[in-house]
T-cell receptor, first 114, second 115 residues
Framework: DQQVKQNSPSLSVQEGRISILNCDYT??????FLWYKKYPAEGPTFLIS?????DKNEDGRFTVFLNKSAKHLSLHIVPSQPGDSAVYFC?????????????FGQGTTLQVKP | DAGVIQSPRHEVTEMGQEVTLRCKPI?????LFWYRQTMMRGLELLIY????????DSGMPEDRFSAKMPNASFSTLKIQPSEPRDSAVYFC?????????????FGQGTRLTVV
């Protein structure tokens, strides 16, 4: 039973264009959401997060949007750069993240072409 | 800050053998998590500890898997006996919980191959 789903295994984007990565969740108790980025042979690293009291959070080129009614969130990267090529994991937590317990999706491999 | 340290980085073992993966969390972090990465399921949470106590082990796939955290600076994940389907990358992560909106910090992972 996958509570967090990333239905697109891969995405290819041209450098300078927008990358949009999508994530869906099923558990209505989730109230804190995160995106992690993972390069080969490394562990995932935290990228950006959003609390359920917001619908948007922006950090430089990265913006996360949350649609609670649809149980959907997305990560926008603008403009995309070749160094953004990595696997992106969506994660969710309940209790406003105070336990640190994160449920992850399957990941989406982003390739940004020069 | 050295980050979360996992050992070994790579492990190749024969089916039926015991495998022990090790993790040193970030100093001061009070929660520790073991994840397994597979293509089909992404990052699966196996077990997590808070203040060295196992809180949720519902993700541990079988009795062949066990985890311990004898103190705040060390944890092990043991598989006995190992099977080829256990081949995956295993990650350890730690966080400082008690507040809100906590992020977890990951180690570099252990790539396990069971032949």
């Amino acid at each position: 039973d996958q509570q967090v789903k990333q239905n697109s295994p891969s995405l290819s984007v041209q450098e300078g264009r927008i990358s949009i990565l999508n994530c869906d969740y099923t558990n209505s108790m989730f109230d804190y959401f995160l995106w992690y980025k993972k390069y080969p042979a490394e562990g995932p690293t935290f990228l950006i997060s959003i609390s359920s009291i917001k619908d948007k959070n922006e950090d430089g080129r990265f913006t996360v949007f949350l649609n609670k009614s649809a149980k959907h969130l997305s990560l926008h990267i603008v403009p995309s750069q070749p160094g953004d090529s990595a696997v992106y994991f969506c994660a969710a937590s309940a209790n406003r993240g105070n336990t640190g317990k994160l449920i992850f999706g399957q990941g989406t491999t982003l390739q940004v072409k020069p | 800050d050295a980050g979360v340290i996992q050992s070994p980085r790579h492990e190749v073992t024969e089916m039926g053998q015991e495998v022990t993966l090790r993790c040193k969390p970030i100093s001061g972090h009070n929660s520790l998590f073991w994840y397994r990465q597979t293509m089909m399921r992404g990052l699966e949470l196996l077990i997590y500890f808070n203040n060295n106590v196992p809180i949720d082990d519902s993700g541990m796939p079988e009795d062949r898997f066990s985890a311990k955290m004898p103190n705040a600076s060390f944890s092990t994940l043991k598989i006995q006996p190992s099977e080829p389907r256990d081949s995956a990358v295993y990650f350890c992560a730690s966080s400082r919980t008690g507040g809100f909106n906590t992020e977890a910090f990951f180690g570099q992972g252990t790539r396990l191959t069971v032949v």
